[in-house]
């Protein structure tokens, strides 16, 4: 039974206020701590922050009490082990749509340590917790898609697209996964300060490399390179997902939007773009491309998708809600879920993603977002709902490799009953 409810603001990576809830059961005590997106699609669940000069406007304090005094009484002497039923008394104080009211960084932090607590009150691993509340027995540790090259909204660079990936398919299990990525990174590293000097190999939010590029084919000739001086030619493919929303202006998207001295010029239609990313699919060994077109653009996304071999995830598109994921099975706007869980908030809701995706026969890429903490939720997640992929960052700053690590026990502690999942997140 959960007998105590509390919570705190602490910091995230980039420095900023976030919420962790910490919750006593008879079993001992759990925590969650929530990340914070950059790059957050206007379809997301609502973080609450107190506005006012205090932490740029940024605090949590609102949020936190709203833990304290709201949620904390009403779950109080509840059973953490029904997550479903707890979650929907959080989503029926709230009473809005978008946990607006509330803030659905006080709802997910304590909806993460809820789930924390009941893993403990069953005696099982967190992993197997989660999977028990999908149905799913099934655990799969996840292909890693490593963002290796940081651009966009996340780095002090002109690059435009926001995250380049590289993913180890050519692996056999999660650890030499890691081996693989951590060499590819390492050379990568090399080659840029060879090329661009040694401060260009300084990282961004999501420790990927920032050096001076401005355009894809740039990012994508150093990952060609890297893979290559790492041994790993046609074993290590490459994964972009330019978040277009971020520079998507009035009908049109600006690749030069960071660059003082071009942002306006040359500006794309969707077609234009469209033709361009078919372009790099032809030359380039991609094998996923996410966010291609602004967040509402459904039809760009269908037409996209009917064309092209690689996964077209949908995150800013889909914000892990079960309502904008249903409008795009019904489309076909793309074949891969990007799962956040901060963007709609709960643990159930969540879990309902998921299966919804899962039923379209579509991939599922578990995500942190670039706002993160210590906190390694997201890897138990991605195993216990067999998500098959995720991404979490470069192979450097520990709020990354938190998760990654975390996935490594996980293999170990599974043994020879891991399962890890092959090419394209597809099982081996
Ligand atoms: P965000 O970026 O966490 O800043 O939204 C991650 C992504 O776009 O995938
Ligand atoms: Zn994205």
Not at 97 to 109: F, M, P, T, V
Not at 167 to 188: D, Q, R
Not at 241 to 261: C, I, T, V
Request: proline share 4%; glycine share 8%; aromatic share 6%.
């Amino acid at each position: 039974r959960i007998t105590t409810v509390s919570a705190r603001q602490i910091f995230d990576s980039r420095g900023n206020p976030t919420v962790e809830a910490e919750i006593l059961t008879e079993n001992g005590r759990f925590r969650g701590a929530v990340p914070s997106g950059a790059s957050t699609g206007t379809n997301e669940a609502k973080e609450l922050r107190d506005g006012g000069a205090r932490y740029m406007g940024k605090g949590v304090s609102r949020a936190v009490d709203n833990i304290r005094n709201v949620i904390g009484p009403a779950i109080q002497g509840k059973d953490p082990v029904c997550q479903a039923t707890i979650d929907k008394a959080m989503m029926d104080l709230d009473g809005t749509d978008d946990k607006s009211r509330l803030g659905a960084n006080a709802i997910l932090a304590v909806s993460i340590a809820v789930c924390r607590a009941g893993a403990a009150a069953k005696e099982v691993p967190l992993y197997k917790h989660i999977g028990d509340l999908a149905g799913n027995a099934q655990f799969v540790l996840p292909m890693p898609c490593f963002n290796v090259i940081n651009g966009g909204v996340h780095s002090g660079n002109y690059l435009a697209p926001q995250e380049f990936m590289i993913v180890p398919v050519g692996a056999l299990s999660f650890k030499e996964a890691m081996e693989m990525g951590s060499e590819t990174y390492h050379h990568l590293k090399r080659l840029i300060q060879a090329k661009y000097g040694l401060n260009a190999a300084n990282v961004g939010d999501e420790g990927g490399f920032s050096p001076p590029l401005s355009n894809f084919e740039d990012a994508l000739d150093l990952l060609v390179s890297a893979i290559k001086d790492a041994g790993y030619t046609d074993r290590v493919k490459i994964g972009v997902d330019p978040a277009s929303s971020e520079f998507f202006r009035d009908g049109l998207y600006d690749l030069n939007f960071k660059d003082p001295a071009r942002v306006g010029k040359d500006l794309l239609s969707a077609e234009a773009l469209a033709e361009l990313y078919t372009k790099l699919l032809l030359t380039y060994p991609i094998m996923l491309l996410e966010d291609p077109f602004e967040e509402d653009s459904f039809c760009e996304f269908t037409k996209f998708t009917s064309l092209v071999d690689c996964q077209v995830v949908g995150d800013d598109l889909l914000c892990t809600n079960p309502a904008r994921i249903k409008h795009a099975i019904r489309q076909k706007s793309c074949t891969t879920l990007l799962l956040k869980v901060n963007q709609i908030g709960t643990i159930s809701e969540s879990i309902e993603a998921v299966q919804l995706a899962k039923e379209a026969k579509w991939r599922i890429l578990a995500s942190h977002r670039s706002g993160e903490t210590e906190d390694c939720f997201l890897a138990d997640i991605a195993v216990g709902l067999a998500c098959g992929q995720i991404k979490s960052g470069a192979l450097a700053r520990s709020e990354r490799l938190s998760k990654y690590n975390q996935l490594l026990r996980i293999e170990e502690e599974l043994g020879t009953a891991a399962v890890f999942a092959g090419l394209q997140g597809r099982l081996v």
